[in-house]
């Protein structure tokens, strides 16, 4: 695929899974049926954020040369936007409040796809 459109490609990935995080995590889900599964829902917010640091480093990769530049900036990205939401729950909804073990679980998601991208850079050399 052409190097521009895979950039876009990402971007709009990234943007999608952004929006349906926040969408997720402040629109009211009484309506969802509860999963009886100790810590589940750390385990949602750990594979959110891996995901949303995987398609943030795909997007940006291409603009931020420098590598250790690239993982701390995606992974201040992704634990910020956490933090961001964790906040808004506290302010802006009624049923949900901000976690400190939601935040943690987002941060460790972010590392875990920090650290699938430097295993994916570290096969394939990009």
């Not at 943030?56 to 992704?78: A, D, G, P």
């Not at 939601?102 to 394939?124: P, Q």
């Amino acid at each position: 695929m052409e190097p521009n459109k895979k950039r876009t490609l990402f971007l709009i990935l990234a943007l999608f899974w952004t929006i349906s995080i926040t969408v997720a995590c402040l629109v009211s889900m009484t309506e969802v049926p509860v999963v009886n599964v100790d810590q589940a829902d750390k385990i949602v917010h750990l594979c959110f954020y891996a995901v949303f640091s995987i398609l943030w480093f795909q997007y940006l990769k291409s603009s931020i040369q420098n590598t250790r530049t690239l993982f701390l900036s995606v992974f201040f990205l992704s634990v910020s936007f956490g933090i961001l939401i964790e906040v808004c729950q506290s302010l802006f909804t009624e049923n949900r409040q901000a976690d400190l073990k939601d935040a943690i679980a987002n941060t460790i998601g972010a590392l875990l796809g920090l650290a699938i991208m430097a295993l994916y850079n570290k096969r394939f050399k990009n």
